[in-house]
């Protein structure tokens, strides 16, 4: 135990870490509440007992902050500034983004780039993202995992999971691709354009869906013209 302790400093077990890899090799940048929301949601019933929200969340996302601080500690993750609602905002390093490839089990030429320096101005876009693909996700609680919670939290927990499910899971998604109107995936050609999120979930009777997520800072002909090449892509499918 005190060679993990040492090895792992904030105590992190390889599940948690495992969240961090799988969620930030998708998503680029992201906050410890959406690797939590993602990767644990049953612990986003616990804590209700807690003074604030702001006390709330720090408890429920303390497992997904140790496993950052011990795999920073490793290399894998570095701080990525602040996001606009001031939570601190984490992405991988090129050594995390490795990592990250076995965990989701796609070669590291499709993992895409770090994302490094994307929080400097807030990264309002990459949070954007992050929550439309939360919300599509729709994550649902495990209640093996909460054996041990009182009545009432399994019974708020049992009616989130009795709503419609969400489609894929974190591995079905991929963010900021490059679109290769001309080229191809691994080399994508001039006059093309980034889908802000790729899901591929046949199970879900999804084989292909490109998503454009907008700030409200273009306009509707701008953002006409950036589906162009999303039309362009599909029909060279």
């Known amino acids: 135990m005190g060679g993990k302790r040492r090895t ?9 870490r ?8 998708v998503l680029k940048v992201g906050t410890g509440d959406q690797f939590q929301r993602i990767g644990a949601p049953h612990l986003s019933y616990r804590h ?11 408890a429920r996302t303390a497992s997904h902050t140790g496993a ?9 993750t570095e701080n990525g500034g602040s996001a606009t609602t001031a939570e601190s905002l984490r992405n991988l390093t090129t050594k995390g983004l490795q990592a990250a490839s076995h965990e989701l089990r796609r070669p590291v030429t499709e993992m895409g780039s770090t994302a490094r320096g994307a929080g400097s101005s807030g990264a309002t876009h990459p949070i954007a993202v992050n929550e439309t693909v939360i919300a599509m996700l729709r994550p649902k609680a ?4 909460m054996t041990e ?9 049992k009616a989130a999971i009795d709503t419609p499910d969400g489609i894929g899971t974190i591995a079905s998604y991929w963010t900021e691709v490059p679109l290769p109107a001309t080229g191809t995936w691994n080399a994508p050609g001039k006059g093309g354009a980034q889908a802000d999120i790729v899901l591929t979930a046949p199970q879900d ?3 292909l869906l490109f998503i454009e997520v907008d700030n409200c800072h273009e306009t509707a002909e701008e953002l ?6 999303h039309q362009t892509t599909f029909a060279l499918l």
């Open 8 to 16: 792992n400093p904030a105590g992190s077990t390889n599940s948690f």
């Open 18 to 25: 495992g969240d961090v890899l799988r969620v930030l090799g």
């Open 48 to 58: 209700t007992d807690k003074d604030t929200p702001s006390k709330q969340k720090q």
């Open 68 to 76: 950052l601080s011990d795999m920073r500690k490793h290399g894998l």
């Open 142 to 145: 495990n209640l093996a995992r």
């Open 149 to 157: 919670d009182p009545a009432e939290v399994r019974a708020t927990a």
């Open 205 to 207: 009777k999804v084989p």
């Open 224 to 229: 006409a013209d950036k589906l162009v090449p």
